[in-house]
């Protein structure tokens, strides 16, 4: 009887999981050809930038002993060890080739292999954006519904102005406002940098300026949005019948509006984080935060090829994935939705 019970528990979330999940593998192979025709672009972009790509990778001190017709030489034989004495069409498919490998080509400005440090750079913007953006929502979220429920009070026209006023300000002033007060003026928080070489600050300091700008930044359109979305469900027939039940306003609020008023929200939430990591590349290079900000930033300054491809690409991935986020995140708050799709 015990085994039975526990092959139907499994059967039942096996049933409950597997449509997910195969609804995400159908998503994905639909990405397959929007990601191709992405990658097309970037790799021609990049190829159109001005300037000899092995002469950006050549030090000057390897050549200068060398004779004109040696450097030559020697710069033909580079060329043809990377392949760029290679049509564009078979560069391209090379250039996947390494990409799929985990070999994303050189960094001429670090002077080292890219897959030695994207990760670490990766995950240094997944943190500060992450981080910030949870806190952000967490917060909107009770702001956002009792402005909605409160709509025309006192409380809902302060809320509408402190928010009118946060979403005209760009992250750039709110990050110089921040270093100009913590920073140079109470000398309490460090403006640059993740680690204290001295040893003398955790590292947690380095993380809240510019987790309190990606917060801040964020906070004014999230409550907006949060509280229009609310406002509209609120307006609801099946809201009424709810309180004509004689259920709880807290009953009615969070658990039959907030969940309906999700369906934006969602979409916001899509869109945002692929905004919030291009938005980071002003936040990471006031803070020199060590991220995929910064890194394109040095990577444009340096025509820096390999590491711009990388990085738009990254860009690309990421906006593609939070739009499978939105799709999924459509199924499981309306059931109309995950009948329609989730099957």
């Known amino acids: 009887m015990e085994n039975e019970k526990q092959q139907g528990k499994l059967r039942t979330i096996f049933d409950t999981i597997f449509p997910y999940i195969k609804y995400i593998g159908n998503r994905l192979l639909h990405l397959l050809p929007v990601v191709i025709i992405i990658s097309i672009v970037i790799f021609t972009l990049i190829q159109l930038m001005p300037g000899d790509p092995i002469l950006a ?14 450097r030559i030489a020697y710069i033909e034989t580079m060329r043809k060890v990377l392949g760029y004495d290679k049509p564009v069409i078979v560069r391209y498919f090379l250039w996947w080739r390494d990409v799929l490998t985990g070999n994303f080509g050189y960094s001429v400005a670090l002077n080292k292999p890219i897959n030695e440090f994207i990760g670490s750079y990766i995950m240094n913007s997944f943190k ?84 309190s700008v990606i917060v801040l930044s964020s906070l004014a359109s999230l409550i907006r949005y949060i509280r229009n979305a609310m406002i509209e469900v609120l307006k609801a027939d099946y ?76 860009f690309a991935v990421l906006t593609l994935f939070a739009n499978l986020f939105v799709d999924v995140g459509y199924a499981l708050v309306d059931p109309r939705i995950k009948a329609r799709r989730i099957k």
Do not use: C
Not at 57 to 70: C, F, S, V
Not at 149 to 175: C, E, H, Q
């Open 57 to 70: 990778m050549i030090n000057p001190e390897t050549t200068a002993n060398m004779t004109e017709e040696e």
């Open 128 to 211: 500060v954006n992450i981080v910030g953006f949870v806190i952000a929502f967490l917060i909107a979220i009770p702001i956002g519904v009792k402005s909605a429920v409160k709509k025309n009070t006192r409380y809902d026209k302060i809320v509408t102005v402190v928010s009118m006023v946060g979403i005209s300000l760009p992250s750039f002033f709110i990050a110089l406002l921040l270093v100009l007060l913590f920073s140079a003026v109470l000398r309490i928080l460090p403006f640059s940098g993740m680690i204290d070489p001295r040893g003398v600050r955790p590292e947690y300091m380095y993380y809240i300026l510019p987790v």
């Open 239 to 314: 809201i009424r019948t709810a309180r004509a039940k004689g259920l709880s306003e807290k009953v009615v609020i969070y658990r039959h509006a907030f969940k309906n008023a999700l369906i934006p929200v969602i979409t916001i939430i899509g869109f945002w984080i692929p905004a919030l990591f291009g938005g980071s590349i002003i936040v990471e290079k006031i803070f020199a935060w060590p991220g995929m900000g910064l890194l394109m930033n040095q990577a444009y300054q340096f025509k820096d090829r390999g590491v711009l491809a990388t990085v738009l690409l990254f």
